[in-house]
């Protein structure tokens, strides 16, 4: 059966860099694509990045100067920064297998 759980710090400062990862079970990680999503409060689904199985990476356009997905495939996870966070970046982060499975999502507030 296939996991995702994503794990991170919870609580930022502004411009500090946040770290998530998503560490997948059930399924290598180097045979499938894997996103990164998020939703603010009141707000949609924001597609953030992906990584797909030859390492590439694709980005949001509004987010692709801040933004980094990369791998471990020797502990089968997944990892999202995003640098100079502000307030705004306050959401559950969510990783995904496009788009059968989703982790639980993990919160992260911004506040100074």
């Known amino acids: 059966q296939v996991q995702l759980q994503e794990s991170g710090p919870g609580l930022m400062k502004p411009s500090q860099t946040l770290s998530l990862t998503c560490t997948v079970s059930?399924?290598?990680?180097?045979?499938?694509?894997w996103d990164w999503l998020r939703q603010a409060p009141g707000k949609g689904l924001e597609w953030m990045g992906a990584?797909?199985?030859?390492?590439?990476?694709y980005y949001s356009p509004s987010l692709k100067s801040r933004t980094s997905v990369s791998r471990d495939t020797s502990k089968n996870q997944i990892t999202l920064q995003l640098s100079s966070v502000t307030p705004e970046d306050t959401a559950v982060y969510y990783c995904?297998?496009?788009?059968?499975?989703w982790g639980q999502g993990t919160q992260v507030t911004v506040s100074s």
């Open positions: 995904a297998k496009p788009w059968d499975y």
């Open positions: 059930g399924v290598s990680i180097s045979t499938n694509n």
């Open positions: 990584i797909l199985p030859d390492g590439s990476t």
